[in-house]
């Protein structure tokens, strides 16, 4: 059965750093395109971050360039995020989901919509 375990959450102080980390279980990482996703209490789900399944092509969200990092492990099968200078508006429940589309090879978005399978979420806390 495929599953998704997204760990690492926590709380953090403004200007810290956190690694998640997704698990993934039932296939290869090299079949799926994976994305990084947060939700804030009010708002709705965005897209941070992903890899294609090639692991060539990443995206990232204009709010996370330069402090977030993706990348990934397939002796491991796992996905991690970087986040560095984390802020108090980087607090969020964040998730982690597959994306099995005709393009995922090659590119990857942060389009809720392309992805199907999602994680429990991991709780990201950014304050003083």
């Known amino acids: 059965q495929l599953q998704l375990v997204e760990s690492g959450g926590a709380l953090v102080q403004p200007g810290g750093s956190l690694r998640l980390s997704c698990e993934v279980s039932?296939?290869?990482?090299?079949?799926?395109?994976i994305g990084w996703f947060r939700q804030a209490p009010g708002k709705e789900r965005e897209g941070v971050s992903c890899i294609s399944s090639s692991g060539g092509y990443t995206y990232y969200a204009d709010s996370v360039k330069s402090r977030f990092t993706i990348s990934r492990d397939t002796a491991k099968n796992t996905v991690y995020l970087q986040m560095n200078s984390l802020k108090p508006e980087d607090t969020a429940v964040y998730y982690c989901?597959?994306?099995?589309?005709?393009?995922?090879?090659?590119?990857?978005?942060?389009?809720?919509?392309?992805?199907?399978?999602w994680g429990q979420g991991t709780q990201v806390t950014v304050s003083s």
């Open positions: 039932a296939f290869r990482l090299d079949y799926y395109a």
């Open positions: 989901a597959t994306d099995n589309s005709q393009h995922a090879y090659y590119y990857c978005s942060g389009d809720v919509v392309e992805y199907d399978y």
